[in-house]
């Protein structure tokens, strides 16, 4: 290792001790008692003064908190982080599940089903999560359950134009990649967790349907808004990307490099090239929210979880290729992420970063510590697995 890679190597150490900190120290003490329920419910959102704030319980957000609670529990935090995953899924098992098989899509703040409409965004976080609670806790009938949702949707959800029926919560006239791009981490997540062919099988299915129908192979980017025959739509939102989705689906793609899919490495490039061309504000060190096919801004402000999606891609990327250009790019991405967590309550978070650099105050969002577990765990796999390489 020369030098840069030497003194790289080390800053990405640094950030990864601080990662792991922020989500045992930081983060989990505050999201597993803030407004948690009677009914073993996380909170779906938190005051940045470190208070309650009541709402409903979307599924989605529950299990992404539980996902990320066995991510921490990994980690080694010592808190009631079984206690907590165990009774959400619980409770989601006996009273979010409607008689179709379908996952609902809201719980009130006492538990009690508020909206229950199905969604295909909501039933693919629900399968990721049984498959990391399954593998995590020894649960082996959660996997049992994620067959079930998943043969629900083929046989329910299966569209002859490809891919599924985006929901009951969505325009029905409009048609979506990301609920599909989630299934795709769920079918993965759940291949890594049982070794089942048939779950390859899924992820690969999705892998492809990107490939043929959500890549524009004109430029190199996922087109968000399709019509019933996945067609983009006609107009002005026909051509909108989302840089942070571009970096989601280049990281899914990594995954897929050690099997052998043949075009992963193809599309992961083309993805992350044209994020990073068009769609940092290199000023502020984001990645905004939109631009267009044409690399022109459309929404130039900058969320949180497009940072993590930005990390995690060039951290996979680092892992198979060594070069140091993706080291630097993590660094980068990491130091991005890390203004969005600086607040008065530590473990807390901004989620909406205008272009002129100030903040829309609102309560942290639930849903984004999934965001930050996966691209924090991301991190420190990395650095473990190259203690032993070199950076080009």
Same mark, same amino acid.
């Given at each position: ?38 009914? @073993?419910?996380?909170? *779906? !959102?938190?005051? &940045?003064?470190? %208070? $309650? ?7 989605? #957000? ?49 538990? @009690?089903?508020?909206? *229950? !409409?199905?969604? &295909?965004?909501? %039933? $693919? ?7 990391? #609670? ?259």
């Amino acid at each position: 290792m020369n030098d840069q890679g030497g003194q790289q190597f080390g800053v990405l150490q640094d950030f990864a001790l601080e990662a792991r900190a922020w989500l045992v120290e930081c983060a989990a003490p505050i999201w597993s008692a803030v407004d948690y329920g009677a009914r @073993g419910l996380f909170a *779906e !959102r938190i005051l &940045l003064n470190g %208070q $309650a704030s009541q709402s409903q319980r979307r599924v989605f #957000v529950q299990a992404r908190h539980i996902y990320s609670f066995t991510q921490i529990g990994r980690l080694g935090w010592a808190g009631p982080w079984r206690e907590r995953v165990n009774s959400s899924l619980d409770h989601l098992l006996t009273y979010a599940r409607r008689r179709d098989g379908f996952f609902v899509h809201s719980l009130d703040h006492d538990g @009690g089903v508020l909206d *229950e !409409r199905a969604d &295909l965004y909501d %039933q $693919a976080f629900i399968m990721f999560c049984l498959g990391h #609670v399954g593998k995590a806790l020894d649960r082996p009938e959660l996997f049992d359950v994620a067959s079930e949702i998943a043969q629900n949707i083929d046989q329910v959800w299966r569209k002859h134009s490809g891919g599924y029926f985006e929901g009951e919560v969505v325009d029905p006239g409009i048609r979506l990649q990301n609920p599909h791009m989630h299934l795709f981490e769920a079918y993965s997540a759940l291949a890594d967790a049982t070794g089942d062919s048939i779950w390859k099988r899924r992820a690969s299915g999705i892998a492809e349907l990107c490939r043929d129908n959500f890549l524009d192979e004109r430029v190199g980017a996922i087109i968000e808004y399709f019509d019933e025959n996945l067609t983009p739509l006609q107009g002005l939102r026909g051509r909108i990307v989302e840089p942070g989705h571009c970096c989601e689906w280049a990281w899914l793609f990594e995954g897929m490099v050690p099997a052998g899919w043949p075009d992963a490495i193809r599309m992961s490039d083309q993805l992350v090239n044209f994020a990073r061309n068009y769609g940092i504000d290199r000023n502020q060190n984001v990645m905004i929210n939109e631009v267009l096919t044409d690399g022109s801004i459309h929404n130039s402000a900058a969320r949180l979880w497009p940072q993590t999606e930005r990390l995690k891609a060039a951290l996979a990327r680092l892992r198979r290729t060594g070069e140091l250009a993706e080291a630097l790019e993590a660094a980068d991405a990491y130091k991005g992420l890390r203004k969005y967590l600086n607040v008065q309550t530590v473990g807390l978070w901004r989620d909406k970063l205008r272009d002129d650099g100030s903040w829309i105050d609102e309560p942290a969002p639930g849903s984004s510590l999934y965001h930050i577990t996966c691209a924090y765990v991301e991190l420190i796999e990395t650095v473990g697995s190259l203690k032993v390489e070199s950076l080009n």
